[in-house]
């Protein structure tokens, strides 16, 4: 189990950016693989993108491939989620993940309280 404490949303127009983060307190990350989750109104949470312990590997959704970027960095206990170029479909929760493994697939260990994003006019 890990304390994942996030940060960083907010609301954005069409064509922004925004910058998510996740650190873990309660333990070291760098072990694990980590990711981050979506969750619209009145849908299933789904997978936006993982990334290996190592950083080394990296895992999106097609909706976001090219827009979004995760990124950690292990030294400060803390993942990143870039989301560029932002679209109305993105608006969401966004909620960051501790996977038991050290790389995806995987299952989820920690869940962090998650991010409203909003992406408007």
């Known amino acids: 189990q890990a304390l994942l404490v996030e940060s960083g949303g907010g609301l954005v127009q069409p064509g922004g950016s925004l910058r998510l983060s996740c650190r873990a307190v309660?333990?070291?990350?760098?072990?694990?693989?980590m990711g981050w989750f979506l969750q619209a109104p009145g849908k299933e949470r789904e997978f936006v993108a993982g990334?290996?312990?190592?950083?080394?590997?990296?895992y999106y959704a097609d909706s976001v491939k090219g827009r979004f970027t995760i990124s950690r960095d292990n030294a400060k206990n803390t993942v990143y989620l870039q989301m560029d170029n932002l679209e109305p479909g993105d608006t969401a929760v966004y909620y960051c993940t501790m996977y038991y493994s050290g790389n995806l697939p995987g299952d989820v260990s920690s869940w962090g309280q998650g991010q409203q994003v909003t992406v408007s006019s």
């Open positions: 990334i290996s312990w190592s950083g080394r590997d990296t």
């Open positions: 309660a333990r070291t990350m760098s072990s694990y693989a």
